[in-house]
């Protein structure tokens, strides 16, 4: 779902629909790239079908940046397509909208796309209709299990958190109490739902992103300390990171090593929690 405030409405327009074939739209050409990489030729004719349904759907509606409307559901879907996700979820992603903002109906959606991908976009706008307004812990804690007990397809949640996420990444255009108010339901919702999935990516950067908005200057200054204090230590564990794994592979072991820097988020929570300062 776009968040309301970065959705605006404009007259339709007639553009001219992307076509198959070497005439592919720019927006398509850019995921399309991605989708190679792991889906057939049909998986990937199906999805751009999608995309011409969703591109149609939401003419003449645009971003508060004055991007076209479009533009949204193919980054949330560039993001699932980044985990590996499958075809069909790739079209809901591309479709997630459609129901919630444009007059499509979810039969109209059967129909072209088959009842999974229907589904699946479906069970996102649902999701998208529950609001959450108390912030208190347990409020927020039974607001969760409600969101997953919702969902009968594990991959309806993760829509939404790639709907989310995107929506974060973009927030910049919103007043800033609401872009607070946002980024705290995403601090105590979203990201930890994203963590009991084990989408550790994606909980580090919502977490970052709700951070930024809810505290910028704090944000920003802590932002600075880590870079400074990091300078090259991220070339060097990749180094022991690639020395450790060639010499399991010539013992014949396996397994892999990988290093993770502590997230400004996390950082902070630490300092707050311990009530230690930075060079602690």
């Known amino acids: 779902m776009l968040i309301p405030s970065l959705r605006k409405r404009h007259p339709p327009t007639h553009k001219p629909v992307p076509s198959f074939g070497p005439g592919r739209d720019l ?8 989708l190679e990489t792991y889906l057939s030729k049909q998986e990937i004719a199906n999805i751009y079908h999608a995309y011409i349904f969703g591109y149609q759907a939401h003419a003449g509606q645009h971003r508060a940046s ?3 409307y479009i533009s949204h559901p193919v980054e949330v879907a560039r993001i699932l397509a980044g985990l590996h996700m499958d075809s069909k979820a790739i079209s809901a992603a ?4 459609v129901i919630e903002d444009t ?3 979810k039969k109209q959606l059967s129909r072209g796309f088959g009842k999974e991908v229907a589904e699946l976009v479906d069970g996102v706008s649902k999701l ?3 609001s959450f307004t108390d912030q208190a812990e347990v409020q927020a804690e039974n607001f969760r299990k409600m969101l997953m007990a919702m969902t009968r397809d594990i991959r309806v949640i993760m829509i939404k ?3 989310r996420l995107h929506n974060m990444r973009t927030l910049g255009a919103m007043r800033v109490e609401k872009r607070k108010r946002i980024a705290r339901e995403t601090l105590e919702i979203y990201a930890p739902i994203a963590s009991r999935l ?5 909980k580090y950067e919502l977490e970052d992103l709700s951070f930024k908005a809810i505290h910028p200057n704090r944000y920003a200054a802590l932002e600075k300390a880590v870079k400074h204090r990091r300078g090259n230590r991220k070339g060097l564990l990749k180094k022991i990171e690639n020395a450790i794994n060639k010499r399991l592979r010539q013992d014949g072991l ?3 090593i990988s290093s993770r820097e502590k997230h400004i988020y996390g950082i902070y929570t630490k300092m707050k929690q311990k009530r230690l300062s930075f060079d602690e």
Request: proline residues 3%; charged residues 25%; without cysteine.
């Open 198 to 202: 084990g989408i550790q990516a994606f």
């Open 94 to 97: 591309i479709l997630h909208d």
């Open 161 to 163: 958190l790639a709907d």
């Open 128 to 130: 998208s209709k529950v």
């Open 254 to 256: 396996t397994g892999k």
């Open 27 to 34: 927006k398509f050409q850019d995921i399309e790239t991605l």
């Open 66 to 68: 004055g991007e076209s």
């Open 103 to 105: 007059p499509t109906a």
